[in-house]
Protein backbone atom coordinates (compact mmCIF):
# COMPACT_ATOMS: atom_id res chain seq x y z
CA UNK A 1 0.00 0.00 0.00
CA UNK A 2 0.96 3.37 -0.70
CA UNK A 3 2.25 5.69 2.14
CA UNK A 4 3.04 9.51 2.64
CA UNK A 5 5.64 10.55 5.23
CA UNK A 6 6.18 13.98 6.55
CA UNK A 7 9.19 14.52 8.34
CA UNK A 8 8.19 17.44 10.21
CA UNK A 9 5.35 17.50 12.41
CA UNK A 10 5.72 21.65 13.30
CA UNK A 11 8.20 23.71 11.91
CA UNK A 12 9.01 27.70 13.00
CA UNK A 13 10.64 30.12 11.27
CA UNK A 14 11.14 34.06 11.42
CA UNK A 15 9.77 35.81 8.35
CA UNK A 16 12.24 36.11 5.11
CA UNK A 17 13.70 32.97 6.12
CA UNK A 18 14.44 30.03 3.88
CA UNK A 19 12.10 27.00 4.04
CA UNK A 20 11.76 23.06 2.97
CA UNK A 21 9.12 20.68 3.72
CA UNK A 22 10.40 17.01 3.78
CA UNK A 23 7.93 14.56 1.41
CA UNK A 24 8.50 11.08 1.11
CA UNK A 25 6.32 8.06 -0.65
CA UNK A 26 6.42 4.57 -0.95
CA UNK A 27 5.12 3.46 -4.14
CA UNK A 28 7.18 2.06 -6.94
CA UNK A 29 5.26 3.25 -10.20
CA UNK A 30 4.04 6.10 -11.76
CA UNK A 31 2.46 8.61 -9.02
CA UNK A 32 1.32 12.09 -9.60
CA UNK A 33 2.85 14.40 -6.30
CA UNK A 34 0.48 17.03 -4.65
CA UNK A 35 1.41 20.02 -1.93
CA UNK A 36 -2.33 21.17 -0.48
CA UNK A 37 -2.14 24.31 1.85
CA UNK A 38 -4.75 24.44 4.24
CA UNK A 39 -4.72 27.74 6.17
CA UNK A 40 -6.52 28.35 9.35
CA UNK A 41 -9.84 27.78 9.56
CA UNK A 42 -10.10 27.20 6.02
CA UNK A 43 -10.37 24.09 3.75
CA UNK A 44 -7.72 22.55 1.80
CA UNK A 45 -5.86 24.06 -1.19
CA UNK A 46 -3.94 23.49 -3.82
CA UNK A 47 -0.37 24.59 -3.70
CA UNK A 48 1.19 22.54 -6.74
CA UNK A 49 1.33 19.28 -8.58
CA UNK A 50 3.54 17.40 -10.23
CA UNK A 51 2.54 14.82 -13.14
CA UNK A 52 5.31 14.31 -15.58
CA UNK A 53 8.30 16.39 -17.46
CA UNK A 54 10.16 19.14 -15.52
CA UNK A 55 11.24 17.91 -12.15
CA UNK A 56 11.01 21.28 -10.84
CA UNK A 57 7.45 22.37 -10.11
CA UNK A 58 6.38 25.95 -9.19
CA UNK A 59 3.31 26.68 -7.76
CA UNK A 60 1.43 29.45 -6.24
CA UNK A 61 3.01 32.19 -3.88
CA UNK A 62 6.33 31.40 -4.55
CA UNK A 63 6.52 27.73 -3.56
CA UNK A 64 8.03 25.03 -5.79
CA UNK A 65 9.06 21.60 -4.95
CA UNK A 66 11.26 19.09 -6.48
CA UNK A 67 10.06 15.28 -7.48
CA UNK A 68 13.40 13.52 -6.71
CA UNK A 69 12.06 9.65 -7.94
CA UNK A 70 15.62 8.02 -6.88
CA UNK A 71 14.78 9.46 -3.81
CA UNK A 72 11.08 8.78 -3.71
CA UNK A 73 11.21 12.59 -2.39
CA UNK A 74 8.82 15.94 -3.30
CA UNK A 75 9.91 18.74 -0.90
CA UNK A 76 8.30 21.77 -0.86
CA UNK A 77 10.58 24.43 -0.66
CA UNK A 78 10.54 28.41 -0.62
CA UNK A 79 13.02 31.07 -0.28
CA UNK A 80 11.91 33.67 2.11
CA UNK A 81 8.43 33.06 3.91
CA UNK A 82 6.36 35.34 5.10
CA UNK A 83 3.99 35.14 7.92
CA UNK A 84 0.49 34.61 6.26
CA UNK A 85 2.07 31.51 5.11
CA UNK A 86 0.87 30.36 8.31
CA UNK A 87 -0.44 27.22 7.20
CA UNK A 88 -1.06 23.57 7.56
CA UNK A 89 1.05 21.88 4.57
CA UNK A 90 0.15 18.53 3.40
CA UNK A 91 2.04 16.30 0.98
CA UNK A 92 -0.05 13.57 -1.28
CA UNK A 93 0.48 10.99 -3.75
CA UNK A 94 -1.77 9.72 -6.25
CA UNK A 95 -0.93 6.23 -7.97
CA UNK A 96 -4.31 5.76 -9.99
CA UNK A 97 -3.97 8.99 -12.15
CA UNK A 98 -3.65 6.89 -15.44
CA UNK A 99 -7.12 5.27 -14.56
CA UNK A 100 -10.64 6.17 -14.86
CA UNK A 101 -12.51 6.41 -11.86
CA UNK A 102 -12.01 8.00 -8.66
CA UNK A 103 -8.00 9.23 -7.36
CA UNK A 104 -7.24 7.69 -3.93
CA UNK A 105 -5.14 10.16 -2.78
CA UNK A 106 -2.99 9.24 0.10
CA UNK A 107 -2.06 12.40 2.47
CA UNK A 108 0.64 12.86 4.87
CA UNK A 109 0.06 13.60 8.43
CA UNK A 110 0.64 17.35 7.38
CA UNK A 111 3.23 19.96 8.45
CA UNK A 112 2.06 22.75 10.94
CA UNK A 113 4.27 25.92 10.03
CA UNK A 114 4.11 28.70 12.13
CA UNK A 115 5.91 32.11 10.54
CA UNK A 116 6.74 34.60 13.54
CA UNK A 117 6.76 38.27 12.28
CA UNK B 1 -19.13 30.17 -7.06
CA UNK B 2 -18.91 26.81 -8.23
CA UNK B 3 -17.51 24.38 -5.93
CA UNK B 4 -18.60 21.79 -3.02
CA UNK B 5 -20.95 22.85 -0.11
CA UNK B 6 -20.80 21.12 3.23
CA UNK B 7 -23.52 20.93 6.18
CA UNK B 8 -23.31 21.26 8.86
CA UNK B 9 -20.23 23.62 9.39
CA UNK B 10 -19.66 22.06 12.84
CA UNK B 11 -22.19 19.61 14.90
CA UNK B 12 -22.25 18.65 18.64
CA UNK B 13 -23.57 14.88 18.59
CA UNK B 14 -24.42 12.91 21.88
CA UNK B 15 -22.95 9.37 21.16
CA UNK B 16 -25.94 7.17 19.69
CA UNK B 17 -26.92 9.75 17.86
CA UNK B 18 -27.62 9.10 14.09
CA UNK B 19 -25.79 12.07 11.99
CA UNK B 20 -26.18 12.61 8.27
CA UNK B 21 -23.21 15.00 7.15
CA UNK B 22 -24.26 16.94 3.51
CA UNK B 23 -22.34 17.64 0.60
CA UNK B 24 -23.51 18.79 -2.61
CA UNK B 25 -21.17 19.94 -5.32
CA UNK B 26 -21.91 22.04 -8.95
CA UNK B 27 -18.97 21.10 -10.89
CA UNK B 28 -20.36 18.04 -12.68
CA UNK B 29 -17.56 15.81 -11.32
CA UNK B 30 -18.06 12.26 -11.62
CA UNK B 31 -16.06 11.19 -8.34
CA UNK B 32 -16.86 12.36 -4.73
CA UNK B 33 -14.89 11.33 -1.46
CA UNK B 34 -14.83 11.74 2.34
CA UNK B 35 -12.30 12.50 4.43
CA UNK B 36 -11.33 12.59 7.98
CA UNK B 37 -8.74 15.25 8.98
CA UNK B 38 -7.51 13.80 12.83
CA UNK B 39 -4.15 15.77 14.14
CA UNK B 40 -1.21 13.84 13.42
CA UNK B 41 -2.72 11.60 11.33
CA UNK B 42 -2.95 13.82 8.10
CA UNK B 43 -6.33 13.00 6.39
CA UNK B 44 -8.34 9.62 5.97
CA UNK B 45 -10.03 8.33 3.04
CA UNK B 46 -13.49 7.24 4.55
CA UNK B 47 -15.71 6.50 1.58
CA UNK B 48 -15.38 7.81 -2.21
CA UNK B 49 -17.37 7.35 -5.46
CA UNK B 50 -16.55 7.30 -8.43
CA UNK B 51 -19.70 7.57 -10.15
CA UNK B 52 -23.60 8.39 -9.62
CA UNK B 53 -24.86 4.68 -8.48
CA UNK B 54 -21.15 3.55 -6.83
CA UNK B 55 -19.54 3.33 -4.21
CA UNK B 56 -16.06 2.55 -2.45
CA UNK B 57 -14.78 1.95 0.90
CA UNK B 58 -11.54 4.35 1.33
CA UNK B 59 -9.44 3.16 4.31
CA UNK B 60 -11.62 4.18 7.51
CA UNK B 61 -14.66 3.02 6.35
CA UNK B 62 -16.14 1.53 9.46
CA UNK B 63 -19.00 2.93 11.50
CA UNK B 64 -19.97 5.06 8.34
CA UNK B 65 -22.50 4.84 5.63
CA UNK B 66 -22.27 6.64 1.71
CA UNK B 67 -24.87 7.14 -1.33
CA UNK B 68 -24.32 8.70 -4.44
CA UNK B 69 -28.27 8.80 -6.27
CA UNK B 70 -27.11 11.18 -8.18
CA UNK B 71 -23.83 13.15 -9.14
CA UNK B 72 -24.28 16.25 -7.22
CA UNK B 73 -24.84 15.12 -3.64
CA UNK B 74 -22.67 12.55 -1.71
CA UNK B 75 -24.02 12.19 2.25
CA UNK B 76 -22.05 10.87 5.04
CA UNK B 77 -24.03 9.02 7.58
CA UNK B 78 -22.80 7.73 11.16
CA UNK B 79 -25.36 5.39 12.04
CA UNK B 80 -24.76 5.34 15.81
CA UNK B 81 -21.85 8.20 16.92
CA UNK B 82 -19.30 7.29 18.88
CA UNK B 83 -16.66 9.74 20.60
CA UNK B 84 -14.09 8.13 18.58
CA UNK B 85 -15.79 9.39 15.25
CA UNK B 86 -15.07 13.39 16.57
CA UNK B 87 -12.97 14.92 13.88
CA UNK B 88 -13.17 17.42 11.15
CA UNK B 89 -14.60 16.01 8.05
CA UNK B 90 -13.80 17.11 4.38
CA UNK B 91 -15.61 16.34 1.11
CA UNK B 92 -14.38 16.65 -1.79
CA UNK B 93 -14.55 15.62 -5.63
CA UNK B 94 -12.62 15.04 -9.02
CA UNK B 95 -13.04 14.83 -12.44
CA UNK B 96 -11.48 12.20 -13.91
CA UNK B 97 -13.42 11.37 -17.17
CA UNK B 98 -13.36 12.49 -20.30
CA UNK B 99 -9.88 13.09 -20.76
CA UNK B 100 -9.91 15.60 -18.02
CA UNK B 101 -7.97 12.91 -15.16
CA UNK B 102 -5.62 15.44 -13.73
CA UNK B 103 -5.68 13.36 -10.53
CA UNK B 104 -6.53 17.09 -8.63
CA UNK B 105 -9.02 16.55 -5.92
CA UNK B 106 -11.45 19.78 -4.68
CA UNK B 107 -11.96 20.52 -1.48
CA UNK B 108 -15.34 21.61 0.62
CA UNK B 109 -14.63 23.82 3.82
CA UNK B 110 -15.04 20.73 6.00
CA UNK B 111 -17.69 19.89 8.88
CA UNK B 112 -16.67 19.83 12.19
CA UNK B 113 -17.98 16.89 14.31
CA UNK B 114 -18.01 16.07 18.76
CA UNK B 115 -19.07 13.54 19.85
CA UNK B 116 -19.75 13.32 23.28
Known amino acids: AQSVSQHNHHVILSEAASLELGCNYS??????LFWYVQYPGQHLQLLLKYFSGDPLVKGIKGFEAEFIKSKFSFNLRKPSVQWSDTAEYFCAVNARWGIQGAQKLVFGQGTRLTINP | IAGITQAPTSQILAAGRRMTLRCTQD?????MYWYRQDLGLGLRLIHY???????GKGEVPDGYSVSRANTDDFPLTLASAVPSQTSVYFC???????????????FGEGSRLTVL
Open chain 2, 27 to 31: MRHNA
Open chain 2, 92 to 106: ASSDSLRGKNTGELF
Open chain 2, 49 to 55: SNTAGTT
Open chain 1, 27 to 32: YGGTVN
